[in-house]
């Protein structure tokens, strides 16, 4: 049995080294590359039937090498937060769909969480004046956290 080997350019080894940039994310067909095969020591067989081997990723791209998995027949794929784990029998267009769904989930958590992060949540002006009451007529603070409204209102009744 021959050890497959993705060779530079491939569909996989190009969804490897950038799963975001994929092209099927623009509603283009990924490229369709077959995996070439090795034979390490010409006699026709393969050393090590059970492992795969990849291309590294360019520079800049750590910790994305995919690796053969613990026997289920699976690559894994180690991402940030966890791994990613590929089919052995997956094909280039399912490897590239995966690993697109896969970085569109990641980018719409980004983007959520950026979106949470744009500063602290303010109350509204008017409940804060009535908490502190009318019978104090200073000038109010203009922003107040929510959560801080009573504390603030405590400390102008000294």
Same mark, same amino acid.
């Given at each position: 049995?021959? %050890? ?15 799963? @975001?940039?994929?092209?099927? @994310? ?10 070439? %095969?090795? !034979?390490?020591?010409? !006699?026709? %067989? /393969? ?7 990849? %291309?590294?990723?360019?520079?800049? &791209?750590? +910790? ?7 026997? !289920? ?5 180690? &991402? ?12 280039? @267009?399912?490897?590239?769909?995966? &690993? /697109? ?13 950026? /979106? ?13 004046? +009535?908490? &502190? +009451? ?14 801080? @409204?009573?504390?603030?209102? +405590?400390?102008?009744?000294?």
């Amino acid at each position: 049995m021959k %050890t497959s080997i993705i060779q530079p350019g491939t569909a996989r080894e190009r969804l490897v080294a950038n799963p @975001e940039s994929h092209a099927g @994310e623009r509603g283009e067909s990924p490229p369709t590359d077959p995996p070439a %095969t090795s !034979d390490d020591d010409g !006699d026709g %067989t /393969a050393s090590d039937a059970d492992t795969h081997t990849f %291309t590294p990723p360019p520079d800049g &791209v750590t +910790g994305m090498t995919p690796e053969h998995a613990d026997g !289920d027949g699976s690559e894994r794929l180690p &991402v940030p937060g966890g791994d990613l784990r590929l089919p052995e029998t997956a094909s280039d @267009e399912e490897a590239a769909a995966l &690993v /697109a769904a896969v970085a569109n989930h990641l980018r719409e958590q980004r983007a959520a969480a950026a /979106a949470a992060d744009d500063g602290p949540e303010l109350v509204n002006p008017w409940s804060f004046a +009535g908490r &502190v +009451g009318a019978r104090e007529r200073r000038d109010l603070p203009g922003q107040v956290e929510r959560g801080d @409204e009573w504390k603030l209102a +405590g400390r102008l009744q000294r």
